[in-house]
Each structure stands twice: as structure tokens, then as C-alpha cells.
């Protein structure tokens, strides 16, 4: 295949540690990490002017590095959350944070291209759904995120995640950093909530831009991958809403409905893998098999999209909702500590 590995050094998943001195920046603490042998060591400080060291494990030196001369349009901060670079100066890096304010930082890993921009769906005070079992959406989005960002990683494609820990990111926030990388496609992740009717297959969901062939058919192999590789889970009780599948979804204006669709500049997705508020399903997402499984069919349908002119399948009519709001917005947001 194709190998897209320009960019890999910028994975906000790897441990990645300025060798200049400031502590470690851990951004995957929670999932195994199988591929710390591919964490790349960078040193980076803005301005300086000249050639920061790094460190690279021979054993998974990239076949190609980002080009250095590319600015800077995201960063790791040293506390590892990923930001926007609206600017880079002598003597900082002026961002965008989390919660959609302006601040300037001295330290951080750049970013500088990212094929795909995962976005983990909710975060921080809103966790989105609730499974019965108190399984929070927000944290299984990012489970599945990064699950699937280290394998389209190993792929040799280039990732970044907007959201890497349990901290509030408004749409607007998600949306620029992968415009300002210029990334391929989006892709946001969810569960679903609240039930829809029983049904034999899984009721995955994924809402494409009404505008965008290229968002359709990525759509169309997301929900063909994630439905064929969940329906080989036994003894679900899978729920389903009428129409499920892979569909545009217009408001009363005519326009994509949600923000991540509406607001990303490049081809955009955003799955509703299964029903979080549903007992069976709920119970099958804590287990480790489920995350991983999901996490695959969503890499694969990337790595179709990607490589292949498949069409994808699942397609739906189009659908009229007005969203009620409420979240995704910036108000009362409280940013992360950033340094
Ligand atoms: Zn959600």
C-alpha cells in the first residue's frame, strides 16, 4: 500500500517528549500501548531558530517526515492536549484553547499535517450519553478514537485527535483543527442515545454532508465496515431508528444539521457506532473486543476511502431534524491546564 507517512510524527498518541528538558508529555495513558516503540522524541521550541534535536528509534524511523519547513498548525501541548496555531513568533505560539479563547505558549510538540482528524465526540461536563451500566459516551469516544488512530498509525497514516483527554472542546474548536491541517477527511464518533426499536443488526448510524460526494462515500464505507464487523458479536439485542444508515441530515433551512458535519472544510462523517442507551449494547462497549472491533472497521473504511474509488453502501433518504442545541458550544466552558 501506499504509505502516508508524512505526518506520523505529529500523532498526539505517542509519548512525545521535548528532549530539552520540560517533563514528558503522556498522552495515551489509559489504553495499552503497543506502539511506544514507535514514539518519536522531538524537541521543538518556538523561535529559536534553529534545529531542534530529536530522537528517533531506529526501529521505527518514518520512511518520510513531515517537511520541517511546514509551519506549525496544531500543537501538543505540554500537557498534551491538542490546539491550534493561529501564528508562530520568535518567541511563542499564539492558539486557539480548547474552549475557543486566544493564549500563547512557548513549548509544545508542532503539528504540522494530519491525514485524518479524528474527533471524540463530548468531553469534560458533557459526557454526552449514559449507558445504563454508567458507561459515559465521552470516554468510550475516545477509547475508540485512539484505538483507531493507532491503527490507521501502524497503516502508516498520518492522525490527529481533537479531544485526548476528559476536557470540554466546543465544535467550533474540533472543526479548526483540522482545517487549519488541512486534514483529508473528519471523522466524529458517537453513541447513540435514546433507543430506537429492537432490531437483528446493529443500528449504526453515520451522517454525511448533503453536499459532498466524497463525504458520502466515506459515509457509505463506514456504515458498510462497522455494521458487517459489530453483526458478528452474538446474542446482541441490537436497537435500531427507522431509516438507520448512512444519510445527509438537513434542518428546516435546508442546511447539514449538525456542526461537525457543517463546519469542517473538507470531507466530514459522523458516526453513531451503536445504542449506548440501550442494556446490551451498553454492556458490550466496556468490553476490550468491542472497542477494538469498532476501532478496526472504522481504520478500514478510512484505508478504503483513502486507497480505493468504492462506493460504500447503507445509503439512506435524506433526513429533516432540527437540532435542539445546548452543547458544543463554548459557554461556561473551562479549558484544561495547558502547561
Ligand atoms: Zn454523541
Redesign the pocket.
Known amino acids: 500500500m501506499v504509505h502516508r507517512l508524512a505526518g506520523l510524527l505529529a500523532l498526539a498518541l505517542v509519548a512525545a517528549a521535548c528532549i530539552t528538558g520540560e517533563r514528558p508529555v503522556l498522552v495515551d495513558e489509559t489504553v495499552p500501548t503497543e506502539d511506544s516503540t514507535s514514539a518519536v522524541t522531538i524537541g521543538d521550541q518556538a523561535g529559536v531558530g534553529e534545529e531542534s534535536a530529536e530522537t528517533v528509534p531506529t526501529d521505527s524511523l518514518p520512511l518520510s517526515e513531515p517537511d520541517p519547513s511546514l509551519p506549525a498548525r496544531a500543537l501538543i501541548t505540554p500537557t498534551g492536549v491538542v490546539v491550534p496555531v493561529l501564528e508562530t513568533t520568535d518567541e511563542h505560539y499564539a492558539i486557539t484553547t480548547p474552549c475557543g479563547g486566544t493564549s500563547t505558549l512557548v513549548w509544545g510538540t508542532p503539528i504540522r499535517t494530519a491525514t485524518v482528524a479524528i474527533d471524540p ?2 468531553g469534560g461536563d458533557e459526557s ?2 449514559v449507558g445504563p451500566n454508567g458507561l459515559k ?2 470516554d468510550l ?1 475516545l477509547d475508540v478514537a485512539r484505538r483507531m488512530a493507532r491503527i490507521l498509525e501502524r497503516e502508516g497514516i498520518s492522525v490527529v485527535l481533537t479531544r485526548t483527554a476528559d476536557y470540554r472542546v466546543p465544535l467550533a474548536v474540533r472543526a479548526e483543527i483540522g482545517n487549519r491541517l488541512e486534514s483529508e477527511i473528519m471523522i ?1 464518533i ?4 435514546p433507543n430506537g426499536a429492537d432490531s437483528t443488526e446493529p443500528g449504526t448510524e453515520v451522517f454525511v454532508q448533503s453536499g459532498s460526494a466524497e463525504s458520502a462515500r466515506l459515509g457509505g464505507l463506514i456504515q458498510e465496515e462497522v455494521v458487517n464487523a459489530l453483526s458478528l458479536f452474538e446474542d446482541i439485542e441490537w436497537t435500531t431508528a427507522n431509516g438507520a444508515g448512512a444519510i445527509a441530515v438537513l434542518n428546516s433551512d435546508g442546511e447539514d444539521a449538525y456542526g461537525m458535519i457543517r463546519r469542517p472544510e473538507m470531507p466530514a462523517v459522523l458516526a ?1 457506532l451503536g445504542y449506548l442507551s440501550n442494556p446490551s449494547e451498553a454492556a458490550l462497549f466496556l468490553t476490550e473486543d468491542y472497542r477494538n472491533v469498532a476501532a478496526q472497521a472504522m481504520a478500514d473504511a478510512v484505508v478504503r476511502w483513502l486507497e480505493t474509488d468504492d462506493p460504500g453502501s447503507g445509503f439512506e433518504d435524506d433526513r429533516t431534524f432540527n437540532p435542539s442545541g445546548g452543547t458544543g458550544g463554548s459557554i461556561g466552558c473551562v479549558d484544561p491546564a495547558l502547561e
Open positions: 465526540g463530548h454526552g450519553a459516551e465521552s469516544n466524529s458517537h453513541h447513540n442515545a453513531e
